[in-house]
């Protein structure tokens, strides 16, 4: 089953420079970024996908989506540490409270979802009660996590 992306959003990132042909599915959105994020980049600059990517913090679901088909397709630590310290984090900063029964759902049944949580920290205004929370949902995974150079979980 494939998930289209918005509509709007299909615009817009088509629009934008370096856009391949047609990326229209969560699907193919997941395959190009794990791609482009296989390895720590040289330099700073950012592929096309990681930049769309971002776009997505619009469309909380379609980010969850996409957080979840990725994190399962991961094959690399780097690849995990790019979806905790973006498009993850971004969503408990921007979206915390809406899907902090879906994050605790995850973390209880997938040992890769709370390794990935492992990488998500504070952007400043979160709720004390949602950040205790995340904290609660990754704990079993912090002395292995991301700082602490665990190893992948299998899927």
């Not at 289209?4 to 997941?30: G, H, Q």
């Not at 997505?56 to 995990?80: D, M, S």
């Not at 998500?120 to 904290?135: M, Y």
């Amino acid at each position: 089953m494939t998930t289209p992306l918005p509509p709007e959003l299909v615009s817009i990132l088509c629009n934008e420079a370096s856009a391949p042909e047609d990326v229209r599915t969560v699907e193919a959105l997941v395959d190009l970024w794990l791609a482009d994020n296989a390895e720590e980049p040289e330099g700073e600059k950012f592929p096309w996908s990681v930049l769309c990517v971002f776009e997505l913090r619009e469309y909380p679901e379609v980010l969850w989506n996409f957080i979840r088909k990725a994190l399962t397709g991961a094959t690399t630590i780097w690849q995990v540490v790019m979806l905790a310290a973006g498009p993850l984090e971004d969503l408990v900063a921007e979206h915390g409270a809406e899907f902090i029964e879906r994050i605790e759902r995850e973390a209880r049944h997938s040992a890769r979802f709370r390794f990935a949580l492992t990488g998500v920290w504070p952007q400043g205004e979160e709720d004390p009660t949602l950040w205790a929370r995340i904290e609660k949902a990754r704990a079993a995974a912090m002395d292995t996590g991301l700082d602490m150079g665990g190893p992948l979980p299998p899927k």
